[in-house]
Structures are given as structure tokens and as C-alpha cells.
């Protein structure tokens, strides 16, 4: 699953070579793979415990966040996931969520605290935060209903 993510990011990230064709079948797929992370979000806050670093499930809602961002990061598929009902709660909510569990315990949710003296730490979970505000951002962007949600 992870696999088949990582290839379609690469695929939407292309601007340039996808077809309008192609475009319709993101935006077909977008609903199905928002409704996947608003499901599995939670997954990824079991990496906070050390024996849950290689937690498939989340691995897989991290490269659906990946994979929304970009999607939401294309104006023909932004307005589609803008909206999509709950995938902003839900990102605001995991959001708090990742932002609890790194003061509670070692922050690995975040490259600044992934840092241990000149080497860096390579934990999948690394800027998962920031990907999650860059969601909120572009599922806010030129929205004013979801600007006065957030």
C-alpha cells in the first residue's frame, strides 16, 4: 500500500504530464483516500511508543497525507477535498492530537526535535506536523467556510 502511494504521489506531483483524463481519476480517488486517513489517522500517533516505529498502518496514513497534500496543492482536485466533509476537522484534530503526544513524550513528529548531535534521526513520522499544516492550509485557501472552521 505504501508502494502504490508513493507511486501516485509521484504521479500527481507531475503537473506537467498528467492528462485531464488521469485528473478525473485522482479526483474519483481523492474521496476514497480521504475517507482512508480520516480512518486511520490515529495510527500514526502508536509511533510515539519506540516498539511502534515500524507500525504499517502508519506508515500507510503518512503517505496518504502525502499524497493529500498534493492533491489538495492542484486546483482541480482543491475544491473537490475543500469540500469533502470532515477531512478538515479531522486534520485540526490529529493536528492537536500529534502536538499533545510530542510534549508528553519524545517529539519525533517534527525535524527539529529528530536532531541528536550532528547525526539525524530517520523516523518516517518526521514532519508529519508540518504536513498536516500544510493540509489545513490549502483546504483553507480561498475558502472563507473553512477559514472561520479552522
Not at 58 to 76: F, G, K, P, Q, Y
Amino acid at each position: 500500500r505504501v508502494t502504490l502511494l508513493e507511486l501516485m504521489m509521484v504521479k500527481v506531483s507531475d503537473k506537467n504530464s498528467v492528462t485531464s483524463e488521469e485528473m478525473n481519476v485522482f479526483v474519483r480517488h481523492a474521496d476514497f483516500l480521504a475517507d482512508c486517513f480520516q480512518e486511520k489517522c490515529g495510527a500514526v500517533l502508536k509511533l510515539t511508543a519506540a516498539a511502534a516505529a515500524e507500525d504499517e498502518e502508519a506508515l500507510v496514513t503518512i503517505r496518504l497525507l502525502d499524497v493529500l497534500c498534493e492533491m489538495t496543492s492542484n486546483n482541480s482536485q482543491l475544491e473537490h477535498l475543500q469540500a469533502f466533509p470532515g477531512l478538515l476537522e479531522t486534520a485540526v484534530d490529529t493536528l492537536r492530537l500529534t502536538h499533545l503526544a510530542g510534549k508528553q513524550a519524545v517529539n519525533i513528529f517534527t525535524a527539529t526535535h529528530a536532531v541528536t548531535g550532528q547525526e539525524e534521526i530517520s523516523h518516517p513520522a518526521v514532519g508529519f506536523k508540518s504536513h498536516l499544516i500544510r493540509l489545513i492550509g490549502n483546504l483553507c485557501y480561498k475558502n472563507k467556510e473553512n477559514q472561520d472552521k479552522v
